[in-house]
């Protein structure tokens, strides 16, 4: 469904960093992307700076990662003009652009690279580090994971999310010849559950059919300075019509006199852009009709100008630039042979600068868009356009620290998410409050405290919370007491069941059945005591019945002493219970 822009804002985000590898400079990596011109949110107002979206900037999620919806609309990270937030691209299009509603207008970004992606050949196979994105027009083919394009496109939910390959191997590779088939959704655009049931962090877009967000151009960096240290690589938009939505492309390139083939740089703030990567050096603009470049990767192998690879991978040895690029629906070059393998090109591959001596003058097919699980060269159908491509330097989710994407990690098996909300459960404390001392409760003289257990001689009751994880393997699980009275003897309980609660000394005890302890232990001066990490290994003291295991559900709860005044004269109190469910 499309969500309201008032919505969108109403989410906090928190930022994580993460170290990136395979690059000139090791810092943050940040998500950066561009919207389509038809997009809901061009012309709304950006979270930072607070001024309108256009189809022309560099956009980033509102805290610079990924979260759970609801989110903030994006930030503008990089203006497609002269800011703010300071100056951009350097596009003279920017300012007569900014606020216009959806709908084209000559400074559309289609495609985008900072020139320091991660190196792909021999020895560096594009195992789940390959992201791209597809157009509202995708349908997607059946992969080997959930969520995926198909299942997303299928509920209007693709068009604003991040995809990523499954274990492709090594290009180049023709159609249906990658180690595992298809893809599997690794960002979704409002970070809400999905129609089709899947649960993901989002970037702050509008997810669901037209009118919402088109996800258009894809990039990666670390943020060491306000403008990437090597400049921004890019594309324009063409000018011609999309046979499959009859819609015209926004002739962004040719406003701003280049073709929509080429690559452009923008070398430092304001730019000016100019030619990086002309068309024909690509393979484009070959055949009577424009080709339109529509994702793009660059490494820039530091040598000034543009050196085109001569075969499949030669950049690997530094002396010519890494560039991938896919061109748009309705280009010029789609069904002529590429210069590799032959095969007629489709708007879903990953392609290359023809290769010397190949099979023709076009590019090469470095991917074939069937190994993405995207549909391609099927006679009658339409083919899936492939509308962004970054190759991730480092996974943008990794919980675990394993190297793996989170959702990679869910939908392969090897990690559980049993709460279905796409964080591997070794990351997630799965942990509930019980037994409080409410107005539900029958407390031992009355003394009430619906934040905790039952008041004691502090005046307040003590509270119980849980820190950590509740994975057996992490065995991090801290079960932490407050408003203790100060240096008193405590024990922690715990059971596997749990009763509605009776009367226990000052307050309630809930736990039932075979109940274990931990400690002794004393509080603190300042009246808090905590039990754990290690209470798992500590359990295997008890015998079977006491294991804390995987699947196993256990409840928590402080026993601790009084002084002789306290609320029931009994000299003793306890906690509300916490309740957890332990995972591999």
Known sequence: MTASRSYLRAGLVVGITCLAANLRSAAAQTLNFSLDYSSFSIGSLATSPVFPITEGDVLAPAAGVPQFGPLALPDIAISAGFGPPGPGLGLAWHLPCAGHFPGPCAVEVDALSYGEERLTGPGF?????????VDRQAAGLLSNAFPDVLSEAAVFDAAADVFLDLDLGVGPIPPYAGNVLGNVGVVDGNGMISGSGATYKGI?????????DNLDALGVWTQVTAFPIIGVYFSLDDNFQDPMTGMWNSGSAQAHGFMGADVLHSAGPGGP?????????LGLNLTPANDDLDALVVRENGTPGFQPSQIPNDWMGGATDMVLFSVRRGSGLIGFPDSIFGLPIAEGDILTTPKVGGLSVFPGIYVAAENLGLVARIAGTPNDDLDALSLLPVPLNDCNGNGVE???DISSGTSWDSNGNGVPDECELLTRGLCYCDSSSTPPCGNFYAPGGCVNSTGLGAIESASGTTSVVNDNIVLNSVQLPPNKPTILLLSKTVNAGVPFMDGILCLS?????????VSSPSGTVSYGPGLVAQSFSFGPN???????TWNFQTYYRDILLSPCLQRANITNVIQATFTP
Do not use: E, T
Request: charged share 10%; aromatic share 16%.
């Open 546 to 552: 006491g294991w804390i295991l995987q699947g196993s």
């Open 204 to 212: 702050g877009l509008v997810d669901g059919p037209a009118p919402s």
């Open 406 to 408: 989170d959702v990679f």
């Open 273 to 281: 852009p100019v030619l990086y990567a002309p068309a024909f050096a």
């Open 125 to 133: 196979p594009l195992k789940q580090f390959l992201a791209f994105s």
């Open 513 to 521: 059945g075979q109940i274990f302890r931990m400690g002794p232990k």
